[in-house]
């Protein structure tokens, strides 16, 4: 089992950055894929950036060229970059951990930090 704490999040003009962290607390941080997702007032959750436990990432169309994941396992820590932040990336930002355990999925989350970006 995983425990995951989000920091960082705060009020940012448009073209500022922010840098997101999440802290895992439990066993075996390196095996899990972590991934940052987002929820704006109003909308689904969605995923904005992930990285294997092999260290491959993907990032959402919308968000290519500006947010950065990088993950540390020696501090079990994630880390997403967030450069030229635009009003429409206001939302809770949430640190999402996964790992397959025989047939299942485990999933943890954060509570969440809230980004907003307002001039």
């Known amino acids: 089992q995983v425990q995951l704490v989000e920091s960082g999040g705060g009020l940012v003009q448009p073209g500022g950055s922010l840098r997101l962290s999440c802290a895992a607390s439990?066993?075996?941080?390196?095996?899990?894929?972590m991934g940052w997702y987002r929820q704006a007032p109003g909308k689904q959750r969605e995923l904005v950036a992930s990285?294997?436990?092999?260290?491959?990432?993907k990032n959402a169309d919308s968000v290519k060229g500006r947010f950065t994941i990088s993950r540390d396992n020696a501090k079990d820590t994630v880390v997403l970059t967030i450069d030229m932040l635009k009003p429409e990336d206001t939302a809770v930002y949430y640190c999402?951990?996964?790992?397959?355990?025989?047939?299942?999925?485990?999933?943890?989350w954060g509570q969440g930090t809230q980004v907003t970006v307002s001039s």
């Open positions: 999402h951990a996964d790992r397959q355990l025989g047939i299942a999925t485990m999933n943890y």
């Open positions: 439990g066993n075996s941080f390196s095996i899990y894929s």
């Open positions: 990285i294997t436990a092999g260290g491959f990432i």
